[in-house]
């Protein structure tokens, strides 16, 4: 487990209409530290916590997407909105990630997002444009999730 400092320079391109450095703490994961890291990504950002009964449904599918995907050019990167940090770690033992986690430790990210429950996602296109929202975690709603990855890929 990596344990660092992340400044995220690149929130423009991650909240809309909102260009300040966030820090957030790298829990898993490779750190993202810059706008040309993103260029020409497709961005799905999850905000998550360590009590959120849905979230354990959907680290798996992030994993699985991740790995799909990624070659692709979809970065999954999971926010995680626990007070205490070691609730986080302790759900990333029984639930490992393999994306990026990053520690919210002061809710700057989620205000910016305007998260209003967990799990929430939001689907970022090649340009730094959040084109897809979704709240809760559904299986059954798996395809749809996965069909707008697929056409953001898919567009220039």
Known sequence: MRFGVLIVLFCSALVAGN?????????????????????????LVDFWASWCGPCR?????????????GSDGLLVLAVNEDQDR???????????????V??????????????????????????????FRHQGFKQADVAKYEEHIRQLLAEE
């Open 19 to 43: 260009g300040n450095a966030i820090e957030l703490t790298v829990l898993e994961g490779s750190p993202v530290s810059s706008m040309q890291q993103l260029e020409g990504k497709v961005v």
């Open 57 to 69: 449904k959907s680290f798996p599918w992030l994993n699985q997407i991740h790995h799909q995907y």
């Open 86 to 100: 070691a609730e986080a770690s302790r759900f990333l033992a029984q639930f490992p990630a393999n994306f990026s």
């Open 102 to 131: 990053l520690y919210d430790q002061d809710g700057a990210l989620a205000s910016d997002y305007q998260v209003m429950g967990m799990p929430s996602s939001y689907l970022i296109d090649k340009k730094g444009n959040i084109r």
